[in-house]
């Protein structure tokens, strides 16, 4: 029986961010431990899930390490060595004994000191287990790609859906390669080829054009060409580092000409990376372009900008604050985060009221921090819920105490944890509220709110103040990143 570690370190950086990214900030997306690793990942939606499924039908015994995962700030070093080091000292207690490692990486990790997490611990892997130890390697297509890590790894195996429905399918083909490749049945290759293009996220769901296009583009042309594999990286463009950027990934037969294949891909893309271009709206422009769409139902405006699942605070109030001046009938806020505010509607009780500052506590960035006065306390719930969508769906979630209030029109879910982006509407079951008696929902995600939403809703608005997330990439200070890039620089080249 062939042993296989398997490890889930994920990490997606946004060096925008002022937290600190500390153990507790990272493990806020889930963590288990070495002994509950597999019983944690068996039969769930993540990469990791994936590779167990495919290990459990070739009969392969796996060495667990540990998961973690989320997007947050820049990880500590020490927390770099704390989490790296606890699946470091497992392969090298192992390494003997291993035929092969199945890694679920994501691609845009970044810690104090070491820009490409990803390579850093592709390299420490390297000098314990050598260069001939079968590697191969699930990424998240917002994975800031390098030519190291294809070098160390032997398959780089990318997810091609946005929002992530896909992760399973990712890790099951890694680990199938694997078993192929400790069984010497072929060898591969895998080539990167890096573009100078952030590709714009409010415009990449994957569901919708011009990104259904590029996707099925990417798919055809692996069949045709019978490649292992074949991704378009998005890239994350929140990363400041200087390999920031959108790639294609092939993983080939070996002698079978990856790189050939990716640049082939690469000049696709970049020929047609103006059909990215989005419009960028503010809150006022989003609620002006929700109110002219006609018919019954509701409308999604997502405040990209605060999208906690890219590292943002998740108390941003550009949003808010233009739903409070319009006072629209149907109105709701998914979410503010505002543990005091949460904490003051549960001790005032359904009926009662709250006031005080909300939101926009973090930083001044995502909009300044609300006046309310005498709101009212419409629900209560622990906070305490199950993921719906069809990313991650049945996943266990845990925002804290939360409530609805009410001032005026607007209703506002106030969260006391951030555990995840707004992905549906798993919050208003909770508060025993029906999202058809709303016609107008804010939430905090980019795109994965679409796996859920984009069915049930008569539109999806993206809309784009300042945030350390926001679509509006010129309003961030980039300093590492290397110029010029599509699109803040017209003049970039390929
Ligand atoms: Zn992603």
Known sequence: MKRVLITSINHETNTFSSDIG???????????????????????TSYASGMIKAADELGIELVPTLGIGCAGPLITAEVRDRVVGQYLKILKAEADRLDGLCLALHGAGAAEGTPDLEGYILRETRKTVGDEMPICVTLDLHGNITEEMAALADGLFGIKEYPHVDCVEAGYLAMSVLADLM?????????VTKLPLFTNCCNACTFNMPMREFKEHVAAYKEENRLVDATYFHGFPYTDVDFAGASAVVVSRKGEGAKKHADILARYIWENRRKLDVELLLPDAAVDRALA????????????????????????????????????????SDYILDPAIAKAAHEAGVGGKVSGMLGGHFDKIHG?????????????CDGKTVTKSPMGRGSALDFGPTALIRGGNVDIIVISRLCRQTMDDCLFDALGIDINDYRLI?????????????????ACIPTNPAGIHTANYALLDYKNIKRPIYPLDEDAVF
């Open 368 to 380: 300044p921090s609300v006046p309310i006065e005498g709101f009212e306390v419409i629900a209560l």
């Open 22 to 44: 500390d153990f507790e900030r990272w493990a806020v997306g889930g963590y288990c431990d070495t002994e509950e690793m597999i019983d944690y990942y068996r039969g769930g």
């Open 442 to 458: 804010g939430v905090k995600s980019t795109a994965h709110y679409r796996a859920y939403f984009q069915p049930i809703a008569k």
């Open 293 to 332: 769409i006609p018919g019954e139902g509701f409308v999604v405006i997502n405040e990209a900008s605060d999208n906690p699942g890219g590292g943002c605070p998740g108390d941003g109030t550009w949003l808010l604050t233009e739903f409070l001046k319009r006072d629209l009938p149907g109105t709701i």
């Open 183 to 191: 069984d010497k049945k072929y060898e591969i290759e895998t080539a």
